[in-house]
């Protein structure tokens, strides 16, 4: 095999545009080529385009090292915009100008209850296929949806919606610059929850969760203003008897627990638009509305007591109370709330009064004895700065020796204008508005410092009311009158009644017992007439019985007067303590008396109660009958 | 009206006919040969003389680092007057543009083209003070005068003399004479938009906050040992954020390490946004080429072609370019063809109306084209 070799035709070489003119630069005047220059010019060639290309990679590298760094800052940015995002207490999710959803946060996802939301849904979709939205019932949904959409774009613009789950949902929805929308959604169930508790509570009494006295003017004020003509209400003022009982012996959650047991019951005896409310204590007042008639109140107070008398089983004690009900009637277009709450106010004082566990209609004469009431209340007061209460005394005397063995002291009032009035009178008055205190004690040291005048054989009594046992003050008071007089505590006798034993008996004993220390003696007043226990006598060593003067009056007259009077002087005898009968005013009824072997009596017979400058006249008048008949 | 370009160096090229004026170009070392710029002058009958130094000549659609290159031009129905005021200092650039400008400054003035040394001058404030002085409608065209990559010593020649410190201008004058203008950078900026945290007249301090010298040098890397020389070949883009479409390009023109500032030819206003840029050559290439299409377009309505053309361009391209920099002359001379007599050089600051207003301005950076022609 041969290779035969055929002529290439020659072309002068295609040069780079450098490369041409680095040969038109060396090109010398004969033609020929600088070598030594072209390879210059070449080598710089090579220079300038090496350095070219570490510049073009220089700024390579530099833009891709701006570009991480930029990238870098970019998703931190992005990572705290939505750790921020997904950290708020709001909902939020953002719309294009196409409706389309561009992000959502993760609250936004939780509230609506969704996994996630696909940027490029519509809020239709969204809302459509929340779990959330979905309880309910079709047309609720729509509403739902259609509110959501109608949210007015204005800035701060937003709606609340309560939504089938329970929960209490605001909607916002922020126009933006770029015809996108914001929305942001929270959750404000707790917050609601906790405004309608605080509502709640504003109005209601915590202990029995019954209306309290603000709820109970907000609902009369709401009948006032929806009035009907003919339309009556009743007002019903209800107090528990026997209730501060329970609570000073059995303590104060046992009153707690069985005032909740009263509310329970009381619910149960009304309808469900009457009102029960609870003012304070053992306070409640029943709104009846629409009345047809007195009767069905009457009923309905008798019900009331009936059910509330019923014993209450409390942490094991079983408890027996009672109630009293005032009943102020109104027609409803005529009704003011002041007015009527004070009638039934003041027709419970009339029950409560007139024995308890019973029901009172209010009446005018209620609203006149209060007003009278209230007089006197302010004569009393300015009684004692001017010193109209003054001490009389009615003498006690031995039956057998007709001699005067003391004097029972009791107060009177000399009123300017109305002259003398009995205790009776105004005694109950110092009770209730907190009198009584001041005036025992100055009843108690006048009556002392009057008995030291007298010869030592002659006693003083003097009254204590239930009321001046409740400060537990009582042994002091009376040392510092014993003291101040010098009076021989032997000399002084105190009477109680029945009643003061009733109520938180344990103080009432230890107090006595603290006074039958000092030496004083203390008489049992009005026996008989009250619950005539014998465990009072049997739990106090009474130094004397008083025999009350009802059954003295009746003596002659009504055989049980007789049996009673003659069954305490026997009791009293048995027992070794003295009796006294008050009230005697015929010699008949003396002469009885002696039959019965009483010690002594008191009354009109011997002397009416005399100031003291007439007590020893007496005494000395009484000595000489005595004398007369030896 | 003729041109005619020519070797100034050799003393038997001639013009065809005694010209009305006569711009050199050359090297600093020439342009101070007394002996060389005489037998020049004497050549030039009672033409105006007016020139300055650069590092590199544009010598028809070539270069050349060495030559001395003269274009005479003569008019037939244009008057010429030459302008020539002292510049000692940066600081009195606008009073000596001023001068320049009251001087020259006539009711038939049509156009200035002006030269001023390259060294030690605020070019923008000399526009501004020839503006003042002359009127804001006179055109106005022109450059500073360079010295390659040394900046070592620029010169003016004007009258004979061979100047330092100085501004001279020819103003031309009459209702035929016509000057056409282009100019073009086509930098491309590359890297983050910052802003201009603190700076001081043409003094930039710091930029987004970080020392402006420290966060130029990491772009520069190894170059930054050249700086500021290559500082040339990362002018900045400049821009107002209010109006984000009328950009600037600010040449590095030196730098102070104790300090960390860097200073440019021209304001670097406090809150503008400022992006390095880089040179890419072909880019650069296609930017001369449009500076000369825009200028020539412009010629359209003259009647008559232009004779001569003035291409200043910028000393950083030449830097950047080497030996490709011949390219973006060679494009230019492509627009212009080879009947338009080209002569230039490379500058440290080109002056030239802008394209889309038409307001003088200093340039950095770019190729810029002077078409001058007369009508009958």
């Known amino acids: 095999m041969s290779v035969s070799a055929s002529p290439v035709p020659t072309e002068p070489p295609r040069l780079h545009p450098i490369a041409a003119r680095q040969a038109r630069r060396t090109r010398l005047p004969d033609g020929g080529v600088d070598i030594d220059r072209l390879l210059a010019l070449v080598s710089e060639t090579y220079t300038e385009t090496d350095i070219d290309r570490r510049r073009t990679d220089r700024a390579n590298r530099l833009m891709a090292e701006e570009l991480e760094a930029a990238l870098s800052r970019s998703a931190l940015q992005n990572l705290r915009f939505k750790a921020a995002l997904d950290n708020m207490n709001q909902g939020l999710a953002l719309f294009d100008a196409a409706g389309l959803l561009v992000l959502t946060n993760q609250r936004f996802l939780d509230i609506y209850g969704l996994h996630d939301a696909r940027p490029g849904l519509t809020l239709a979709q969204i809302l459509a296929s929340s779990p959330c939205l979905l309880l309910a019932t079709p047309i609720e949904h729509r509403r739902l949806i259609t509110e959501y959409r109608?949210?007015?774009?204005?800035?701060?613009?937003?709606?609340?919606?309560?939504?089938?789950?329970?929960?209490?949902?605001?909607?916002?929805?922020?126009?933006?610059?770029?015809?996108?929308?914001?929305?942001?959604?929270?959750?404000?169930?707790?917050a609601r929850t906790a405004s309608a508790q605080i509502a709640h509570l504003a109005r209601h009494d915590a202990l029995t969760n019954l209306p309290n006295r603000t709820l109970l003017h907000e609902r009369l004020a709401e009948i006032v203003r929806n009035a009907r003509r003919g339309d009556r209400c009743a007002m019903l003022g209800l107090d528990l008897d026997r209730f501060k009982l329970v609570n000073d012996t059995l303590g104060h959650p046992v009153g707690d627990a069985l005032l909740v047991a009263v509310a329970e019951r009381l619910v149960k005896l009304v309808r469900p638009h009457d009102v029960i409310a609870r003012l304070g204590g053992d306070e409640f007042s029943i709104l009846i509305q629409h009345v047809t008639s007195d009767e069905a109140v009457e009923q309905l107070c008798q019900r009331i007591i009936d059910t509330l008398t019923q014993p209450f089983e409390i942490a094991g004690h079983h408890i027996q109370i009672g109630a009293s009900i005032g009943v102020a009637m109104v027609e409803v277009d005529a009704l003011d709330p002041d007015t009527l709450l004070r009638d039934a106010d003041l027709a419970l004082y009339r029950a409560k009064r007139s024995g308890r566990g019973n029901y009172r209609f209010y009446t005018p004469d209620m609203h006149a004895f209060a007003t009278r009431r209230r007089q006197l209340e302010i004569e009393l007061r300015r009684a004692l700065k001017s010193n109209e209460l003054r001490v009389h005394y009615q003498p006690q005397v031995d039956i057998a020796t007709h001699t005067v063995i003391g004097f029972e002291a009791l107060v009177r009032w000399y009123h300017p204008e109305r002259g003398i009035i009995p205790p009776g009178d105004f005694i109950g008055v110092c009770e209730e508005i907190g009198l009584i205190g001041t005036v025992g004690e100055l009843v108690l040291t006048q009556a002392c410092r009057d008995a030291a005048l007298w010869p030592d054989s002659i006693k003083i009594a003097v009254n204590l009311s239930a009321l001046q046992f409740k400060?537990?003050?009582?042994?002091?008071?009376?040392?510092?009158?014993?003291?101040?007089?010098?009076?021989?505590?032997?000399?002084?006798?105190?009477?109680?009644t029945e009643g003061a034993m009733l109520e938180d008996t344990s103080s009432v004993i230890e107090q006595l017992q603290q006074l039958?220390?000092?030496?004083?003696?203390?008489?049992?007043?009005?026996?008989?007439?009250?619950?005539?226990?014998?465990?009072?006598?049997?739990?106090?060593?009474?130094?004397?019985?008083?025999?009350?003067?009802?059954?003295?009056?009746?003596?002659?007259?009504?055989?049980?007067?007789?049996?009673?009077v003659r069954a305490v002087t026997g009791l009293c005898s048995s027992l070794g303590i003295t009796s006294i009968a008050e009230g005697v005013e015929t010699l008949d009824q003396l002469n009885i008396l002696i039959a019965e072997k009483c010690d002594s009596a008191q009354g009109y017979y011997y002397s009416r109660p005399v100031p003291l400058a007439e007590t020893l006249p007496f005494v000395a008048r009484m000595l000489a009958v005595k004398n007369k008949a030896a | 009206m003729w041109s005619k370009r020519i070797d100034g160096s050799d003393a038997s090229a001639t013009f065809p006919a005694t010209p009305d004026l006569v711009i050199v170009f050359g090297p600093t070392s020439r342009m101070t040969d007394q002996p060389l710029i005489e037998q020049l002058t004497s050549r030039c009958g009672n033409a105006i003389v007016i020139g300055c130094s650069s590092g590199t000549m544009v010598d028809g659609d070539g270069l050349d680092d060495d030559a001395v290159v003269a274009l005479g031009v003569g008019f037939e129905r244009t008057r010429l007057t030459l302008a020539v005021q002292p510049l000692p200092s940066a600081d009195t650039s606008f009073a000596a543009?001023?001068?320049?400008?009251?001087?020259?400054?006539?009711?038939?003035?049509?156009?200035?083209?002006?030269?001023?040394?390259g060294l030690n001058v605020n070019g923008s404030a000399l526009v501004a003070g020839i503006r003042s002085g002359a009127g804001d409608s006179v055109a106005l065209s022109g450059g500073l005068a360079g010295d390659g990559a040394r900046f070592g010593d620029t010169r003016i020649l004007a009258g004979g003399d061979c100047l330092t410190n100085a501004v001279a201008a020819i103003g031309f004058y009459g209702t035929h004479v016509r000057l056409a203008h282009g100019s073009a950078g086509e930098w491309q900026p590359f890297g983050p938009v910052r802003t201009i945290s603190a700076a001081d007249g043409a003094e930039l301090r710091r930029l987004d906050d970080e020392p402006a010298l420290a966060l130029y040098e990491r772009y520069v890397g190894e170059e930054a040992a050249d700086l500021p020389a290559s500082g040339l070949l990362y002018p900045l883009e400049i821009w107002d954020p209010a109006k984000p479409d009328d950009r600037v390009v600010r040449t590095l023109l030196a730098i102070d390490r104790d300090h960390g500032t860097l200073t440019f030819a021209g304001d670097m206003p406090q809150g503008w946004k400022a992006r390095l840029m880089r040179g890419i050559f072909d880019e650069l290439i296609d930017g001369a080429s449009t500076a000369a299409q825009h200028a020539i377009d412009r010629t359209a309505s003259w009647g008559v072609?232009?004779?001569?053309?003035?291409?200043?361009?910028?000393?950083?391209?030449?830097?950047?370019?080497?030996?490709?920099?011949?390219?973006?002359?060679?494009?230019?001379?492509?627009?212009?063809?080879?009947?338009?007599?080209?002569?230039?050089?490379?500058?440290?600051?080109?002056?030239?109306?802008?394209?889309?207003?038409?307001?003088?301005?200093?340039?950095?950076?770019?190729?810029?084209?002077?078409?001058?022609g007369e009508c009958a």
Not at chain 2, 97 to 117: C, P
């Open chain 2, 305 to 372: 072609a232009p004779s001569a053309c003035l291409a200043i361009s910028c000393v950083g391209r030449r830097l950047l370019m080497g030996q490709r920099t011949d390219e973006e002359i060679a494009a230019v001379s492509a627009v212009l063809g080879s009947d338009i007599a080209l002569a230039g050089f490379y500058s440290y600051g080109e002056i030239a109306p802008q394209n889309a207003t038409g307001v003088p301005c200093l340039h950095n950076q770019t190729m810029t084209i002077t078409l001058i």
């Open chain 1, 150 to 190: 109608a949210v007015a774009s204005a800035c701060g613009a937003r709606i609340e919606q309560c939504w089938p789950d329970g929960r209490t949902i605001t909607i916002e929805r922020t126009r933006l610059a770029d015809g996108g929308d914001l929305y942001t959604v929270a959750d404000v169930t707790a």
């Open chain 1, 471 to 496: 400060s537990g003050t009582l042994p002091a008071m009376v040392a510092r009158a014993l003291a101040a007089s010098g009076l021989d505590p032997t000399r002084l006798e105190l009477e109680i």
């Open chain 2, 97 to 117: 543009g001023l001068a320049i400008g009251k001087e020259l400054a006539d009711d038939s003035l049509s156009a200035i083209f002006v030269l001023s040394n």
């Open chain 1, 516 to 564: 039958k220390q000092q030496g004083v003696l203390i008489s049992l007043d009005d026996f008989g007439t009250g619950y005539s226990s014998l465990s009072h006598i049997r739990n106090f060593p009474f130094d004397r019985v008083k025999i009350d003067q009802s059954f003295v009056r009746d003596l002659g007259t009504n055989s049980d007067s007789l049996a009673i």
